[in-house]
Structure formats: structure tokens, C-alpha cells
């Protein structure tokens, strides 16, 4: 099982990133897909989570509303719409997976990426 993050970067306040979540190795249909964050100081934090199981799609609240998941089945990949960035959503972005539903929990996803940094700043 591989998950590989991509398209962080650096970028200004009020702009937008696109991250991308590439995965293998399993059956993609059957797993849900979270982003979680962990900012530099900070205990990583869910951010998103997708799930075909479920048919939902899940954002924390500090997200909600600037933030977009989504899943592409044909090609085995996940994405991050962030729009609106804020200097707070500086941090490393993970995906991760889990079978069956989106959780809370961190402890309870069994694959992760890598990481892919975004920087906010002017």
C-alpha cells in the first residue's frame, strides 16, 4: 500500500492549492481517504475525509467552506481543494487511509503519506 502527497508549496493569504493524494496497492473503492495537518508546534489535526462506503465527505470546522475533497476512482487519487488560505493553515499536509468509514481518529487510519508541506505568507 503507497499513498504519496503532493502540491504544497508556498502561498499567499487568500490564495489556493490544489494537494493531491496518489494511491496503490489496495482497493480503492473500499477505503476512505483523510487528510490531517500537523502544524509546527501543533498535534496533527484531521482535515477532510472522503468515503465511498458512506457516500460523505467530512471537514473540520476550521476548514469548512474553503476547503474541497475529492476522489478520483479512475485514477486512484484523492484531492485537497484549498481555497481562501489562511497564514493558520500553515503546516505539513498528510493523506491516510482507513477501510470502510471516515474516523476522527488518527490512531485508527493504518496507511499514511508522506507529507507535503504549504506555507501561507505574504
Known amino acids: 500500500v503507497q499513498l504519496q502527497a503532493s502540491g504544497g508549496g508556498l502561498v499567499q493569504p487568500g490564495g489556493s492549492l490544489r494537494l493531491s493524494c496518489a494511491t496503490s496497492?489496495?482497493?480503492?473503492?473500499?477505503?476512505?481517504i483523510a487528510w490531517f495537518r500537523q502544524a509546527p508546534g501543533k498535534e496533527r489535526e484531521g482535515v477532510s475525509c472522503i468515503s465511498i462506503i458512506e457516500g460523505a465527505t467530512y471537514y473540520a470546522d476550521s476548514v469548512k467552506g474553503r476547503f474541497t475533497t475529492s476522489r478520483d476512482n479512475a485514477k486512484n487519487t484523492v484531492y485537497l481543494q484549498m481555497n481562501s488560505l489562511k497564514p493558520e493553515d500553515t503546516a505539513v499536509y498528510y493523506c491516510a487511509t482507513t477501510q470502510g468509514r471516515c474516523t476522527r481518529y488518527s490512531d485508527e487510519y493504518d496507511y499514511w503519506g508522506q507529507g507535503t508541506l504549504v506555507t501561507v505568507s505574504s
Open positions: 496497492g489496495f482497493t480503492f473503492d473500499y477505503y476512505a
